[in-house]
Structures are given as C-alpha cells and as structure tokens.
C-alpha cells in the first residue's frame, strides 16, 4: 500500500497539470453550489498570478488590484461601449492589464523590498481614482454594469453561458490554460532565474542576469495573469464593480497566496479556495468576516507561514522520506 | 480680482498647510517605526482610525478636547505596545515580509473590532467649542481649529525631535536605528527600545486620527486611504528620515489643496502623480539615504 502511495506521489508531482486538470473537471461537483466553483477559478487564478511575483520573485505587491481591474474593465468598456465580441473584448482586457503592467512595473522595479509594497500600493490607489472619476466610460460608484454575453459561439458550436456549469467549463478553459503557461515558465530556465532573484538579487546580477529586465518581464506576466482574471470575471458577473480595484481586493491576493502556501504552484490556488469557502460558511454565521479572515490570516503568518498547500506538501515529503528511507530506496 | 485670486491662493495654500501637517504626523510615525524595526506598520491606518474613534468617545464621555488629547495617545500607544509584544515580536529574524504581513492581518481585525463596538456607521465628530470659528489672518479668515491642527503639529515634531536629539533615550534610539547589534552588544535591552518604539508610533498615530476627526468623516474605513497617503508621503520624503517626513508631509499637503482649487477632479490623483514623478527622478525619496532601500 505504502509502495503504491509513494508511486502515486511521484506520479503525480511529474505530471501536475495533468492533476489539476482532472480535479478541476470535477471540482463544481464537490462545491455546494457551481458559482462558488466560478469564483474559486477565477480568483484562483488571480492568487497564481500574484504568486508569480510574490512567491516566486520574492517581490510583495500590495497593488494587483489594479491589473484584475484594468483587465474587467477593459473587457466590460470593449463589450458595452465597442460591442466587439467576448472573445475579442477578453483580449483587449489582458492586453491592456499587460500595459498598466509595463507602467507601473517600470515605475515599482526602482525599488525594492518594503518599498516597493509601499509604492505598488500607491500607483494602484491612481488606477483606482482615474476609473473611478471616468464615470462616462466606467459607472463610477456604481460600476459598469450591462457586460452581457448570454452565448458563447465559437467555431459553429454555441454554449449557453448562463447556465452555471457550461459557464464553469469555458471559464475553466482560459484558466488551465494560463495554468499550464505558468508551469511551463517555472520549468523554464526563466524560472530558475526569478526564483535567484529571491534567492539573493545580488549574485543573480553576478552570474550575468539581468535582474531589471527580468523583474519587469516577470511584473508584465503576472499583471497578464490577474488581468485575464479579471476579464474572465467581467464576463462572469456581467457587471464591473468599482472593488475591484480598490487597496482590499489588493490585499486579497495577498491573503489567498498566503493562506494556500507562497512559492508553490498550486498553493495560491488552494488558498483562494479556502478564502472563498470559509467565506461562504463563516457569511452565514456572522456578520463579522473581515474580521475573522484577519485574525486566521495572523495565525497563518505567525504559525502557519507555508500555508495549507506548502504544509501539507511538507508533510508528504516528509512521509516519503521516511518511506524511503525504511525500504531503502 | 487679481487681488482676490491671491487671497484665494494664500488660503488654499493654508489649508493645503493644515493638511500637509496631519500627513506629516503620520509620516513621521510611520518612520520612527520603520528606522528602528525595519517593519512597515501596514496597521498604521488602522491606528488612525481607531484614535479617531478613541477621541471622538472620550469626547463624549468627559466632554473636555483636552483630556483626550493626553487620553487617546496614551490608549492607542497601549494597543501598539500588547501587539508589537505578542503579534510582531516572534517574527523578527523571519524575513522582512512577515511583520507587514501580520500589521496587514491586524489592521482587518482592528476595523472590524471599530465596527463591532461602535456600528458600521461611525460616529458622528464635530470640532470642540472652544476651537470654533475662524481667524482673520490679514488675508482672510481661516479656520481656528485647523490652524491649531499646524500649531499642535508643530509642537509634536519639536518635543519628539528634542526627545530623539536630546534625551539619553532618543540617543539608544538614535543608535538602534544605525546597529542594533552593537546596541545590545553594549548591554542595551534593544527588545524594550523596540517595545517603547512601536508603542511611541502608535500612539502617534492615534494622535493624528484624535486631531482630523473633526475635519472629516469617523468611520472604520477612514483608515484605508489614509495608509496609501502616509505611505505617498514616505516615499516622497524618503523613509527614516524625519525631517524628509516633514517637508514632504506639507508638499503633499499643499499639492493636494492646491490640485483641489484648480482641478478638482484630478485632487486625490496628484499626489500619486508627485510620487511617480519623485520616483523617476529620485527614488530614494527627497530625504532618503540610497542604501536604505535594499
């Protein structure tokens, strides 16, 4: 049994795409109801995107908001005021995250450490205050509302995009997708190179890097990431609201990321999904969730900094070990 | 008319003073705090607000502005003190992320603790009797309250400058801050300096929350924007620095008041647009040393 269980592991961690697809395809399944699974997988997807520099770049910003919410907007303005297609309407919203990326990287990469959580913080509170007075274009207060898509036609075939779960499985496959992206860039030589540059910046830029161009690529691909989240969530609710973002929806990815396990692949996933479910169930008791989610978030960094995902992979590496070292493998 | 436009200008321009003086305060916190911890309070808004909500109650409850300006400080300088000693203090020597991490968790908690005893209404502040009514300044007439906002102001950074220049605390302050390891080489307990640091910060903070609750709204979310803008004004200032936390306090002050008078709708942008632009030219802010930020 312990044979095949270890087996099963190395499996597993050779081919985890291919896991967490097959979770995936039956996760709404699991959930008590398919809009929870929809907001797993889009968040989910955010929280990865945010890892990307976070947890692998060792770079803590405190302003993704604004690439989740360039990226709804964007989508939202290109379908109710252009009226261009879903497809196209989701382009444009990754497009453009990838250029508030490129601004406000080029900007936050000057600095480092503290600094910059502090100065991310900062340029996302301009985002925020432009889409929020561009009412013409945005809603205002009130949020951009109308980003209707009642059918997906693709290729001669037509999905009914309000039915839950149909809606699940088109959003799913934009986010495996991305997914796979992000396994592959980590498997990459780049990946070696950005996780250096947490490592120690210094002897990254000794050994030939350069750590500037590399930051600033790794910035662009993670605002890419939250922003296609952000489109996706555009369609999904079918309204923009102004929080998206605002300095708490920042601060949101933060917690998921934290919460799932830092600097693993999946943890940021796995921490959204713990986010949104106690969310769900401790809603339905109290009134008081920011406050609950605070203080599991303390406990989390005081006692649990690797979160669910990392401690529990700890743990199984730490069974395997001693497995093998029993059976002498 | 040309006249009246200065007048204007020279009104706005103390306002944008008033203003600047309050961010001032806050920045000035915000760095003590992070000179000596190296911890980026990201509860200091939190702070802020439940100052505003400490001063704005013990007003009601002792009815005099003056009790609780020694109160306030003293009641939020006592929740910094039990959170740094139980909450910040097992994380030092674990990565510079984790204490602003744990503030972040602690500001959610603080908010929500503001909002479950006092509502999610907030309360309602109004400016204390004896500081009602305006000045004529020669120029104009200027409010009383918020002249004595530049006026208390003033007085803080003084005392808290002779007290880090003067006093035998100020200089293990002053040291801590350069090496706390030869610090405690020397037989300094640096783990109470800290204590007394965090605390001294906090209470700061709930300072500057007691002096603009009357000029603006006491509610559990007032905090929020207010972080961003004492962080804009860290960063313009430079971090550490405490006379870069003055002059860029007042700058952001005058930037925001005088944004305000001619593009209002552009008001709350400007002052992130100073950063951006103080970051492109010098990104170690006006004040800051260029090693202090790795």
Known sequence: MGHFI???????????????TAFLLVFPFLMPYETLAINILIFGLYAVGFNLLFGYTGMLSFGHAAFLGVGSYLTGIAVVHAGWPWW????????????????????????????FSMVTLALAQIVYFGFYKAERWTGGENGLRGVKVDVISLLGFRIDFLNPLSKYYVILVFVLLALWLVSRLLNSPFGAVIESIRENEKRAAACGYNVAQSKLLVFVLSAGICGLAGALRALHLSIVPIDSLHYLQSGQAVMMCLLGGMGTFLGPFVGAAVFLYLEDVVTNVTRYWMGVVGLVFMIFVLFFPKGVWGTTLDWIARWQRKYAGKEGL | MADLTLQLLALQLMTGIALGALYALL??????????????????????????????YAMGLTGSFWFSLVLVPLATGALGLVCERFLVRP??????????????????????????VFGIEGLPSSTPPELRGSVNLGFGFFPLYRLFLIAATAIIVLALWLFIEKTRFGLIIRAGSRDPEIVKVLGIDIAKVWLMVFGIG???????????????????EMGIPILAESFVVTVVGGMG???????????????????????PEYAEMSIFVLMAVVLLIRPQGLFGKAGLMS
């Open chain 2, 27 to 56: 920045a000035i916190g915000l760095s003590l705090i992070f000179g000596m911890l190296t911890v980026v309070n990201f509860a200091h808004g939190a702070f802020f607000m439940v100052g505003a909500f400490f001063g704005v």
């Open chain 1, 88 to 115: 196209a309407a989701i382009v444009v919203g990754v497009m453009s995250s990838c250029v508030a990326g490129v601004v406000i990287g080029y900007l936050a990469i000057r600095t480092r450490g503290i600094y």
């Open chain 2, 241 to 263: 620095s405490l006379p870069g936390a003055v002059v860029a306090g007042l700058l952001v002050g005058i930037v925001f008041s005088m944004t305000s008078l001619f593009a």
């Open chain 2, 202 to 220: 906090t209470a700061i903070a709930g300072l500057s929350g007691l002096l603009a609750a009357p000029t603006r709204a006491v509610n559990p």
């Open chain 2, 91 to 116: 994380l030092y020597g674990r990565g510079i992320d984790y204490p602003l991490l744990l503030t972040f968790g602690l500001s959610y908690v603080l908010i929500e603790l503001m909002r479950i």
């Open chain 1, 6 to 20: 270890h087996h099963a592991i190395e499996r597993i961690r050779q081919h985890r795409m291919l896991a967490t």
